[in-house]
């Protein structure tokens, strides 16, 4: 598959997912996911057809049908909002084949809007006659502080990927062969904010150094050019030539960072790649790839002050995405303010 990109090959992978799981269930929910594919993307079909699913099983468990193709539109429509509302309190905790599973507010509200989206659609295209989710209030979220680290953390975070401090012994003897892709992965991301899945998606010839930019695919596969830092290009340039040197297994030899297996690094390694080094360098915070991104972020607003610009570079389609993660800042920012204004001379001016 050499001759597809890292974002086609996991399109197509999804679509492969979505299919399976559309072959257990009736066919109106064909149309269903073909009517929404122009306007989403395959990642979140997936999702959406893993939560319509889990929601048809418990309608054959609860009709004790014979099997999910059973389940009709006039079924779909004489579910009310009581139905759903047990089936939330069902999705808190339950036993499937002798395990129990639970599930938290996010998760419940998230298969929730998947069902939503299919009542609508169903509903919009007269295939069902009531469309019960539309009346069913969807569970309140507490408002997340945002991680992030600070300049210092962020210095210590990458002599720690350099050098190895206080890694385990077991830890320093991967390290030696790993560092240099290791530095590159953690400087780039900073300096970038790219997310992980755009990272472990870039090529070889997604690197320009003649303008330091790279090339991503961003979600729903829109092609976007981000900018690198000059502290970011020495490491990313060092990799690049130790890169050069190995021969990656077939249909991976495009790709720009490599595991150990000569295959296309992925997004599980690049995250517990984080997770090594932040237990050392900041032990006290819970650091993710996804807050590498909030504190490249961060950075760039606390220098800029310009929120539509951090909107751009971080692929956010609404400002008020932007807005949200960094209203703390903002509110920082005003606080600090507060006295740059003066009414009247103070007595010492006098």
Do not use: W
């Not at 976007?224 to 290009?233: G, Q, R, T």
């Amino acid at each position: 598959m050499a001759e597809y990109t890292y974002q086609q090959q996991i399109d197509m992978k999804n679509l492969e997912l979505i299919r399976n799981i559309c072959n257990d269930m009736p066919d109106f929910i064909n149309r269903f996911f073909r009517g929404i594919q122009q306007t989403t993307s395959t990642r979140s079909r997936l999702g959406y057809a893993r939560d319509i699913k889990h929601f048809f099983e418990y309608i054959v468990e609860q009709k004790q049908l014979n099997s999910m193709k059973e389940i009709t539109l006039d079924m779909l429509s004489q579910v009310d909002t009581e139905f759903i509302e047990i089936y939330m309190d069902y999705l808190q905790m339950y036993e499937k084949d002798g395990r129990i599973y639970t599930n938290q507010k996010p998760t419940i509200k998230r298969k929730l809007s998947s069902l939503s989206v299919l009542y609508k659609y169903l509903y919009k295209n007269d295939l069902i006659t009531e469309n019960a989710f539309s009346k069913v209030d969807k569970p309140k979220l507490r408002e997340k502080q945002i991680v992030r680290m600070d300049a210092a953390e962020v210095a210590n975070f990458l002599d720690t990927v350099e050098y190895g401090n206080k890694l385990t012994e077991h830890q320093l003897k991967y390290h030696e062969k790993t560092k240099t892709r290791d530095l590159a992965i953690m400087s780039l991301m900073l300096s970038t904010g790219i997310r992980i899945s755009e990272c472990v998606g870039l090529d070889i010839r997604d690197v320009n150094f003649d303008d330091a930019s790279i090339r991503i695919f961003r979600k729903g596969g829109k092609e976007s050019i981000v900018y690198f830092s000059d502290e970011a290009a020495a490491p990313l340039a060092e990799y690049i030539e130790e890169r050069k040197k190995i021969e990656a297994l077939p249909g991976h030899e495009n790709a720009l960072f490599l595991s150990s297996q000569k295959k296309r690094i992925n997004v599980r390694s690049v995250e517990n790649m984080v997770k090594k080094y932040a237990q050392s360098a900041v032990p006290l915070k819970h650091i993710t790839p996804h807050k590498l991104r909030s504190t490249y972020g961060t950075s760039l607003y606390q220098e800029t002050s310009d929120i539509y610009l951090v909107a751009e570079v971080l692929g956010h389609s609404d400002v008020n995405t932007t807005r949200k993660h960094y209203a703390d800042i903002e509110n920082q920012r005003k606080r600090a303010a507060r006295n740059k204004v003066t009414l009247r001379e103070s007595d010492n001016n006098k």
